[in-house]
């Protein structure tokens, strides 16, 4: 037997009643399967890319249009070509894209704004204001006709007005198109053709739009102004022009592409010598400021989006512009958010240690009410929390003080206490869960050591409990500073930053913190300054990220002690 081989027996049951060609049909099958999910997925991906892209090119967008671009040639490239190489980045190209789109675009945006006069009556470039400027100067021509009119289109493209001219707008709809023109060729007359309605009109040389293409190129229709010209023209159309008026800037304008009406610029642009002139002849020039100004110092507006350097942040500083509210807003946002992490953590470690004790009956039912007001909304319970604290009907006033009109939320002192108060009812649960958690990281030993060498338990607490729970939460507790530094929703909701000092003509209140500052400087100051906005959010940017590297490294520290 030791010298004889063993040979397999062919009548024995084969121990894989499976061959192995249908383990290898299975992975074809799956690998099949899941190369048509991620084919219809990249499909969509490349369809929505394209769409951005055709859209960015459209507005002339080009920095918009090069990010579409490369991302979606790199996201074709890590998701369909071989090999292990680009697993990792399969994975994290969509958190990537994300943070580009969401952060880093955001913040560079805001900080390309906070360098421009960008708000009202600089919302726009300087071909829009140039537009904007001549379109609101504009009068009617007195003793002029109306038009009927429709909207037509020659053969290169142009849109222009076949027009009728009549005494009112209810007159001799039915009449032939007398006069015919684009901007470039100025209105002109023409042979009368069939009759009808301005939508069956018949042109030589152009084609009438229909009421969806009207309505497709509303913006375009509007802007449109078709120069009358010639003076036999204008006294068909019964023009009646002024001495300062001159035939060449009268135009026909429509604003529904049914009935247009005469007009005059009071202001005509001169491209060659950059120019805004009035009918007076007072000469407009472009300013570093962004509006045409005159020689005595009048402005026109609006104007236009220019950089300002760093005009914004210095006004921030200025007293007599920014400069007091902003720094009193700056330094109760700090006091608020500090106070806002010590009194909820101070209260969920109070409440931590306290149902911490091993025996404690009824430990979970405690647990749970007080991790009521975290599962709660937010901002509902701050909305409750303005209702009682309301000064005529509050519940706080009518049933705890008596029907007194303690003023909550009116009166600058109680109504930062007031919203400190809340922020400890909001924050405590947070804070309670996670120390209950950290306490009960603690091994039991050290306390045990302590009580050995004598320690009693403010001093277990001073050098066990407390170092040892910083390290945990630390992080947390910095992260919780920087979300109260911008707390937005608990200000807005429950003070809406006031009370208001009525002597700033910022809109400033005494519970404002910087985000609301921001908030009312850009949407309710009266003058949406989005500029001098942005600057004051790169402040609070640097100042976060200054505070958070100092307590990270500060945290560092406390590790030692573990």
Partial sequence: ???????????????????????????????????????????????????????????????????????????????????????????????????????VFVILFTASTAFTNYGDGHNSTKEAA????????????????????????????????????????????????????????????????????????????????????????QQQIAEL?????????????????????????????????????????????????????AQDGTEYRPSDTGNFVSADGSMLTPGWQVNVGLSNFSAIFDPRIFGGPFIAVTLWTFAFAFLSVATTFFAG???????????????GIYR??????????????????????????GFFNDVIFGGAQI?????????????????????FPYMFLICMGALQAIPQDLYESARIDGAGPWKSFRQITLPLLLVAVGPLLIASFAMNFNNFNLIYLLTAGGPRDLDSTTGVGATDILITFVYKIAFESGS?????????????????????LITFRRSKALEDIA
């Fill in 225 to 277: 102004r078709i120069p009358l010209g010639a003076a036999t023209t204008l006294g068909m159309a019964g023009a009646q022009l002024e001495e300062n008026q001159s035939a060449d800037n009268v135009s026909l304008r429509s604003n529904d592409g049914q009935w247009a009406y005469v007009y005059s610029p009071g202001l005509t642009y001169n491209p060659d010598t950059d120019v805004m002139v």
């Fill in 130 to 217: 140039v537009r904007a400027l001549v379109a609101n100067s504009e009068t009617r021509v007195e003793g002029t006709a109306n038009f009927r009119i429709a909207v037509v289109k020659n053969d290169g493209g142009q849109l222009g007005f076949a027009a009728q001219p009549t005494t009112s707008d209810a007159g001799q709809s039915g009449s032939a198109p007398t006069f015919v023109g684009t901007p470039e060729t100025g209105l002109q007359p023409v042979s009368a053709n069939a009759e009808g309605a301005p939508n069956s009109w018949q042109v030589p040389g152009y084609t009438v739009l229909t009421e969806d293409e009207i309505l497709s190129q």
């Fill in 1 to 103: 037997m030791s010298g004889t081989a063993l040979k397999p027996n062919p009548s024995a049951p084969s121990e894989d009643p499976q061959p192995k060609s249908a383990h290898a049909h299975l992975g074809r099958s799956g690998s099949t399967k899941g190369f048509l999910i991620k084919l219809i997925l990249m499909a969509l991906v490349n369809a929505f890319g394209l769409y951005g892209i055709l859209a960015a090119w459209g507005v002339q967008n080009w920095g918009i249009l090069t990010f579409l671009v490369v991302t979606l040639i790199a996201v074709d490239l890590i998701y369909f070509l071989p090999g292990r190489r680009l697993l990792p980045l399969k994975y994290l190209a969509p958190g990537l894209i994300f943070l580009i789109v969401f952060q």
């Fill in 349 to 363: 470690l109070f409440l931590a240690l306290l149902f911490n004790k091993p025996g404690m009956k009824g430990r």
């Fill in 528 to 548: 949406n300054q989005y500029g001098v906005a942005s600057a004051i959010s790169i402040l609070i940017f640097v100042m976060i990220a200054v505070i958070s």
């Fill in 368 to 393: 749970s009410l007080l991790f009521l007001p975290y599962a709660f909304p937010g901002f509902l319970s701050i909305l409750v929390w303005a209702g009682l604290l309301n000064r005529d009907f």
């Fill in 407 to 427: 003023p909550w939320l009116t009166d600058p002192v109680l109504a930062k206490f007031s919203v400190l108060f809340v922020n400890l009812w909001l924050g």
